[in-house]
């Protein structure tokens, strides 16, 4: 009973951690499906989200309001609104200009962007990290009183319920709408879709716009749920969502779900039974294999080298 | 289309007031675990104001800005002219570089301790840049981790010397060759991954040699890391004042001088220097003999290549191996130098750093890729008071770069002819 309780304890754990990996690894799988190239400056992205939510919410703090949903609600469309705009930019800047070229020159680009984007952010607001204030704490807890308690927090059912909230809606977005249509069959064939009229540019854009404000959104819930912020927080959980973005199939939206949960109950196994120093070799590690004997993921489609 | 355009050049300054002024307009302040906010100062604001009004004026006129640039007169008339002809400048090249070496050995003598420590330390990266130019400039394999090997070398060292006293000059092969093998055996499974796989694989290799530097606490000392690694010595002596091991001498003695500090860091810029010129030396011979050849021949063309009877994982291998062992050498003069490591030496951006080294001087050009790594490691020591904007501007110079000369500085030239066409 001790151990169903302590395993599921972890179960749990990295289902939260993993839903908020599958968040991030959208933005790196609907890039990649559609123009080929890994966004390096995507976890900056999602750092940046964390950063704007939490000034929004300590900005409405100062203000005086203290109603839960409002602030939340409100600190979650200042980060969308910040991120995404900057996933705009950084398309415009760095990746349009440099489309099309030799593989290696958009993903420099990329990397530029994303020491740019690092100290951007250092620069305005120190390199300390700063603590996030749990807004929603408590939860339900199981087990006798003497044994080992696990236990479900509130937090963690909003990070649940958030995140299939925005795969739902994502899902009808790219399944039914003009715009989703559209992505789908940009990531098919870029040349055709233009030669048919679609706005390839636009719809490029809109990746960038949508993948950005996913990981805003969870910016916010894992500033949360860790509780601190600092400049380099997006880089290992960009490198994290990544290795779930390849691990689902890299192009493949219900991939990143599923490598995003996946990698997420690794990890935290890992730190249950192992060691937590461990954890991010274990992701790496997991990453290295699934391109070594699966190069194209669990559920991503086999690439055929045309000459 | 005016008014298109202005529709555009709003929306784009409203972008970057969005990205800008909630960061930069609001301090997040920790005190204790209370985190307060404050707004930004006046001038802060006005700036980022300003960056929105420039941003508007620039999409609003950008046709008329665009145009004038392009009219303007090409900066550098003589790009137009006719090349030298080869042979002439090959002369020319090896007489010049021999003088800048002739120069590089006697410099020391003439100038303070720091700027031949700094000079050092150029040396070092040179030696990385060459190695990782070429991985990446020459056999077009991106690796993001080429830093684990430089961990390697200078671990490597730093543990013989540690747990069996091995001197420099034993260390420096058996570091170099450690790192070449490290890199075979990553390169081995790895290599047949498509270009930005390998790109995130060598990336990922990269952090977990890091973490196990940091975690293996009984053996590396963890983040502490190793400290007391010995000088090179010089047939025996060595530059401290007084002996540390049996058996040798020092050098001040030996030779009835003064005793001066300063010795001992000129011998290690010379040693750096031989170090640095041998690597490009070998690099050069490797880069005429057939394996250099089909390193390029697979970088532009991996289906012709393998057509010809070229083997894929041999001859990428080759280059990532040659490149893991100047890493590994580097990482030893490195350990050596600082007498002390630990795994904050060796992190993500310092492979950022040697890969915009590479790139910035012109993939696969050898004095290209020398010139850049001076200007990399000197710049921001000269301009010490911009230093926390360092990495800001470091960033937006790599991005700028592949926008709009990907092709880095000094891009590499072949002997080749091109067909003139037919009027």
Redesign the interface.
Known sequence: MQDLLYFSQQLINGLTIGSTYALIAIGYTMVYGIIG??NFAHGEIYM?GA??A???I??LA?LGIAWLPLILIVALL?AM??SS??G??VER??YR??RG?????????A????????????????S?N??F?ALIDGGFNFGSGDGFQMSLSYMQITIFITTLICMTALSLFISRSRTGRACRAVSQDLGMANLLGIDTNRIISATFVIGAALAAVAGLLLGMYYGSVDPLFG?IAG?KA??AA?LGGIGSIPGAMLGGLILGVAESMTSGYLSG??K??IS??L??LI??FK?TGLLGKPEV?K? | MAANNFRHALFCSI??L??SY???G???E?QG?N???TGADASTVVMVLLAAVIVFLFQLFRDQIMGTLRSLPHPLPQSSKEPMAENRRAKIESWVLTGIVVLALFWPFFVSRGAVDLATLVLIYIMLALGLNVV?GLA?L?D?GYVAFYAVGAYTFALLSQYLGISFWLALPIGALLAALFGLVLGF??L??????L???T???G??IR??L??WTTLTGGPNGIGGIPDPTLFGMEFGRRVKEEGNTSFHETFGIAYSGEHKVIFLYLIALVLAVFTALVIRRFMRMPVGRAWEALREDE?AARSLGLSRTAVKLSAFTIGAFFAGFAGTVFASKQGFISPESFV??ES?II??IV?LGGMGSQIGVVLAAIAVTILPELAREFS??R??I??????L???WR?QGLMPMRRIHIELKRQE
Do not use: K
């Open positions: 190239m890994i940046i950063y704007t939490l000034i929004a300590t900005g100062a200042c609104i910040v705009s900057m705009w930019a800047v760095a200009p440099v070229r030799h593989r290696l020159i958009p993903l420099i680009s990397i530029g962007m994303s020491i740019f984007l690092q100290n951007y952010v250092h620069l305005a607001q120190g300390r700063i603590g204030p880089f490198l990544f290795t390849v120093e461990y991010d070799v790496f590690s990453l290295i391109l070594l190069p080298e000459i | 972008i970057t969005i990205i909630p960061i930069i609001f301090n997040l920790a675990i985190v307060t906010l990446v077009g991106l993001l499974p790895v047949r991954l498509r270009g930005d796989y790109a995130i694989v990336l990922g290799f952090e977990i973490i196990l940091n975690n289906i993500f951006l950022a890969l915009a790139v926390e904007y990495m800001l470091f960033g937006a110079a790599m991005v770069m592949m926008v990907p």
